[in-house]
């Protein structure tokens, strides 16, 4: 079942070279699961379409919004995705995945006031339902440095979250993405003839970047 998708708040790319006031943000591991948004009745990806879990897996979440990513463990998300996009539940396929919760969508504080409210999903005695673990760095080398420890334990990167700041859909400076290679999204504007001895053949592609900035692509 698909219905409208989801008015999430996404992560724009954490750069280096400006001085992000990191005392004011959260830190937690980047994971790479299934971004799941929780309804308060069912759980849904990014695009609104219905994830089937097996009703014990949900019989018990609260019936307030949740985002989060349902997660098997660090390099693991081809096989999760085969597990969780079954029409179809199998028990099976559902134990040992967990729901990291993130945020909480629809409270009206700030995140330091919505970290403090998912602390509560503890109580709930649920295994597999947690909030994400977050902390605070005092700096920029510190930040670097617990990247390449997580990196280097399988993980995909670091999410931050500015503690001050509201819950917004779409994306801003109150989530930032860090991972050790950057990536972006860019829409082919034209594909441009190669010259000399790639006559005849594509040369390059003309691409233009979320911000408007437009580069050429090599074809190799």
């Keep these: 079942v698909k219905l409208a998708a989801p008015e999430l708040q996404l992560a724009k790319p954490y750069a280096s070279d400006t001085d992000t006031p990191l005392s004011q943000y959260w830190v937690s591991e980047k994971f790479d699961g299934v971004r799941a948004y929780w309804d308060g009745q069912s759980l849904r990806t990014r695009s609104g379409r219905t994830i089937m879990a097996p009703d014990w897996f949900t019989a018990d979440f609260p019936n307030t919004p949740l985002d989060g990513e349902l997660?098997?463990?660090?390099?693991?998300?081809?096989?999760?995705?085969?597990?969780?996009?079954?029409?179809?539940?199998?028990?099976?396929?559902?134990?040992?995945?967990?729901y990291q919760v993130f945020d909480l969508p629809q409270h009206p504080g700030t995140f330091d006031q919505r970290l403090e409210a998912m602390q509560s999903l503890h109580k709930m005695n649920i295994p597999w339902l947690k909030p994400v673990y977050q902390w605070q760095v005092k700096d920029q080398a510190a930040l670097l440095k617990q990247l390449k420890e997580y990196v280097e334990k399988g993980a995909e990167g670091l999410i931050l979250h500015r503690g001050g700041a509201y819950h917004r859909v779409g994306r801003s400076d109150n989530v930032l993405k860090l991972k050790p290679l950057t990536d972006a999204e860019a829409y082919v504007l034209q594909h441009l003839p190669g010259k000399g001895k790639y006559q005849g053949m594509m040369g390059s592609i003309l691409v233009v970047l979320e911000g408007g900035r437009m580069l050429k692509i090599g074809s190799g």
């Design 71 to 98: 997660w098997l463990g660090r390099q693991r998300f081809a096989e999760l995705s085969g597990r969780v996009r079954r029409l179809q539940p199998k028990d099976r396929d559902w134990r040992g995945i967990r």
